[in-house]
């Protein structure tokens, strides 16, 4: 028999989504005597967004980086472990170190893990041999050291791994951060470099993809659609794709390079993916408004590891948040639950060092700006609120459980031209 401990409000992962949520619920009135606790086994929280500028020279890893247990609010136990099991019928999680937590109300949010082992050779030279990824902290500033040491004649790729991935524009902004650098340094045209995505556009949002093609387009990166990373030779500095639509569909393609930028395949952890929580593609199966589950009324998820079909970037744990809050509220007081969360994300897609298209959409990949200005445009502001204004937003007010942010205009019109 396990040994068991039980509390009110359940938050398992201590992400962005998971600390935001506890501080909320803490932040209250008349809540202060909520009993919350937090599972997390990681001691260090990162802030993801910025992973792209550390592979980039342009902030430091430090500046990314806080203890865990300073982010946890006061009055929140931090269980201190991973959960290896989901007992959603009798109310209970079972802890990889043995025992278990029961619970009144269950908020699921463990966020993605990277499965670096679905692309065969890459986990024996992550990390060397002119092999990088921004998607962990480990190997970010190794993506610089990279992008400083390419030469004339360089050949140089950057992959995009089949979605859902969390931050979709990630693995393009390296790439155009880094062909600014070798413009910089007056050897851009001397150099070779490719973007390869699963995906047969470059963004899923129209209105950015169209921008994104003009702005690969000006610094000469090719671009191969429907391209899946499947294997790294470190040996020989070659890696090898498969064609995965169009006339082609089912080739493999060899590519050599000196430097390889991976976007790592991803998915919920296997907790979640094997627990009667998950869909059929093993992520937390939620209403897509409400962000209760389907199924267990007392159980609510958010972020990278659930169902729903926005992009997944921490704009949109941001707005997904508030609606877990006052629904979990809303629950206890046996009120109806709102249905508010409409899919919003934000993707700041870094085109040069300074230049930033802000990317704002909502479910269907309707555009909805923030700011009255044409979303199309990169601006030297958006770079800004890139670099200062959103990690400020992060540690001081969105972790800290204050819920007010500008509304994004849900009735803007794209323009025709």
Not at 379 to 390: D, E, I, M, Q, S
Request: net charge positive; proline share 6%; glycine share 8%.
């Amino acid at each position: 028999m396990l040994e068991t401990r039980h509390h009110q409000i359940l938050i398992v992962g201590g992400g962005a989504a998971g600390i935001t949520v506890a501080s909320a619920l803490k932040r209250r009135k008349g809540r202060r005597d909520l009993d919350i606790a937090v599972i997390e086994p990681a001691d260090l929280h990162y802030y993801q967004p910025a992973l792209t500028l550390v592979g980039a020279g342009n902030c430091s890893l430090a500046k990314t980086r806080r203890n865990e247990r300073d982010l946890i609010p006061p009055g929140v136990p931090w269980i201190k472990d991973a959960v290896e099991r989901f007992d959603p019928e009798n109310k209970t999680v079972e802890l990889a170190s043995g025992g278990a937590v029961g619970y009144d109300y269950l908020v699921v949010c463990p966020g993605l893990e990277l499965n670096w082992d679905r692309i065969d050779g890459l986990e024996t030279t992550l990390g060397k041999n002119g092999v990088c990824s921004n998607y962990d902290p480990k190997y970010a500033e190794y993506t610089w050291s990279c992008i400083r040491k390419l030469s004339r004649g360089a050949k140089v790729l950057f992959t995009q791994a089949p979605l859902p991935f969390k931050c979709p524009g990630a693995p393009q902004k390296i790439a155009y951060l880094t062909a600014d650098h070798l413009k910089k340094r007056g050897i851009l045209t001397d150099c070779d470099l490719h973007f390869l995505t699963h995906a047969p556009a470059m963004f899923a949002v129209p209105l950015f993809a169209k921008e994104l093609t003009k702005i690969a387009a000006r610094y000469g990166i090719n671009v191969h659609f429907q391209h899946n990373l499947v294997a790294v030779d470190a040996e020989a500095k070659r890696a090898t794709f498969e064609v995965v639509g169009g006339d082609r569909e089912g080739e493999t393609v060899s590519l050599d390079f000196d430097m390889l930028h991976v976007t790592p395949p991803q998915s919920p952890p296997q907790a979640v993916k094997s627990s009667p929580l998950a869909n059929q593609a093993g992520f937390v199966d939620v209403h897509q408004n409400s962000m209760q589950h389907t199924k267990y009324k007392t159980v609510f998820g958010l972020g990278d590891a659930c169902s729903t079909p926005n992009s997944k970037t921490a704009a949109a744990v941001r707005k997904q948040a508030p609606v877990v809050v006052r629904n979990l509220l809303h629950l206890i007081d046996g009120r109806a639950l709102d249905e508010d969360y409409d899919g919003y994300a934000s993707c700041p897609l870094t085109t040069a060092y300074g230049k930033v298209i802000m990317a704002e959409f909502i479910y269907g990949g309707k555009v909805t700006p923030t700011f009255p200005l044409d979303p199309r445009k990169e601006r030297w502001a958006y770079w800004w609120v890139k670099t200062t204004g959103l990690p400020w937003m992060y540690w001081r007010y969105m972790l800290k459980g204050h819920e007010w942010f500008f509304k994004h205009n849900v009735d803007y019109v794209e323009p025709t031209t």
